[in-house]
């Protein structure tokens, strides 16, 4: 798809009609986005690392991740809703440009302060992805939102899970700066790409003030039953998704295991096998099977842990747990967005960015709660924190799957 040359141009984007998004399109922004929440994860293998550097004691290090989750959901509320009304190619890009800058001042951080505070504005910044996202929602023909969704938000699953790859094979061969360097430069690569890509819809002027906008995610929770639903079971997977990632490196980099990092990083190569199964959880949405699907991936979820919990017996068990666990929190996430984003096509950004704010508090919550289980009750109780979030998450959707029945 070509960038309209005329900027001065006005197109709704309640007009856009696209009989289809090229399979190009979508990659690109499944790559983008990918990327872009990478950044976000660079730092969960690297805990070890920072740890020693900056002198941040084990039991409290996971707070460098719930920093920058945080500073994400301020992002999603504060950032994502400007999607509405704004010029997204420029938005977009600006986005992805000031990422750059970001991400260089993290790499070349001198003490904790300068550290924290980068990371919490890679963390504000990365939720271009969501913006990208709702684009690309709104690029799609009707018929084919969920398969496009799926897509988009596989890159984002898949960039999670590759970003302890990267991060950790990085950290072994030039040390953990040279993590946030090369994304920087990578970032800007993709900058250069989507100048020349994305197609540049201009925004009717709205009435609505910046406050008045903010304001409306929240009538939007209290008027769509289905948002409120879909989004406290994303905090609930998200918070079982963190609870594993954030501490695995823990019992893995110890004895009697004592994995050097790439080996550790390399365990996110055999989640992205799970989440990619999990694409087509938007296509059988698209035809209607949202529940269905959403009740067997939690079951999914709930298994995982067990296998999860022979961590330190058997690595086998883990990669089983593992592929399980990222394949049942995808397929959630994509029916999930499937399932919202048609309820308001004027504010498919909204919508996004009310739903993935659930998200952050899920993945900040997970996060630390998993670091201190650790500290204090070890591998063992981690594992049972996570079999209990996905119990509750299964209650739960027992409870309201009445309520956004669609089949």
């Not at 197109?11 to 696209?18: A, E, L, N, Q, T």
């Not at 730092?43 to 002198?55: H, I, K």
């Not at 999990?278 to 842990?305: E, F, N, P, V």
């Amino acid at each position: 798809m070509k960038a309209n040359s005329n900027r001065g141009a006005y197109i709704s984007s309640d007009s856009i009609r696209v009989t289809s998004m090229s399979r190009n399109v979508t990659l690109l922004f499944a790559a983008a986005c990918g990327m872009s929440v990478a950044n976000i994860y660079f730092a969960q293998p690297l805990l070890d690392q920072l740890s020693s550097e900056f002198g941040i004691d084990y039991s409290i290090i996971g707070i460098v991740i719930t920093i920058t989750q945080i500073f994400y959901g301020l992002g999603l509320l504060l950032l994502v809703p400007l999607g509405d009304f704004l010029n997204q190619r420029l938005l977009i890009i600006g986005q992805m440009l000031l990422s750059v800058i970001v991400l260089v001042i993290v790499g070349t951080a001198s003490n904790s302060t300068i550290l924290f505070a980068g990371l919490a504005l890679v963390g504000l910044l990365a939720v271009v992805t969501q913006t990208l996202v709702a684009f690309a929602a709104s690029m799609a023909a009707p018929a084919e939102r969920g398969r496009v969704v799926g897509i988009v938000t596989s890159g984002i699953v898949v960039g999670i899970l590759l970003a302890r790859s990267f991060a950790g094979i990085l950290t072994d061969v030039a040390g953990w700066r040279s993590v946030y360097l090369v994304s920087a430069a990578l970032m800007l690569f993709m900058v250069c790409m989507f100048f020349r890509v994305l197609p540049n819809i201009e925004r009717e002027v709205k009435s609505l003030s910046y406050p008045q906008l903010l304001r409306t995610v929240f009538i939007l929770f209290k008027q769509e039953r289905i948002l409120r639903i879909r989004s406290v079971l994303a905090l609930l997977i998200f918070a079982d998704f963190s609870i594993l990632w954030t501490s695995l490196v823990l019992p893995l980099s110890t004895p009697p295991l004592s994995l050097s990092h790439s080996a550790i990083g390399a365990l996110g190569l055999v989640g992205v096998a799970g989440a990619l199964s999990a694409a087509r959880a938007g296509k059988l949405a698209d035809k209607g099977y949202g529940q269905r699907t959403t009740g067997i991936a939690l079951t999914l979820l709930l298994i995982s842990w067990l296998f999860i919990s022979y961590t330190e017996q058997s690595l086998l068990a883990l990669v089983i747990g593992i592929v399980l666990l990222d394949l049942a929190v995808q397929a959630i996430h994509v029916t999930n967005q499937t399932m919202i984003l048609p309820l308001r096509p004027e504010a498919r950004s909204r919508l996004t960015a009310g739903y993935m704010v659930f998200y952050s508090i899920g993945s900040a919550s997970g996060s630390i709660a998993s670091t201190q289980m650790y500290a204090h009750y070890g591998w063992i109780g981690v594992c049972l924190l996570g079999a209990s979030v996905s119990a509750l998450a299964l209650l739960f959707w027992t409870m309201t799957r009445r309520d956004t029945a669609s089949e």
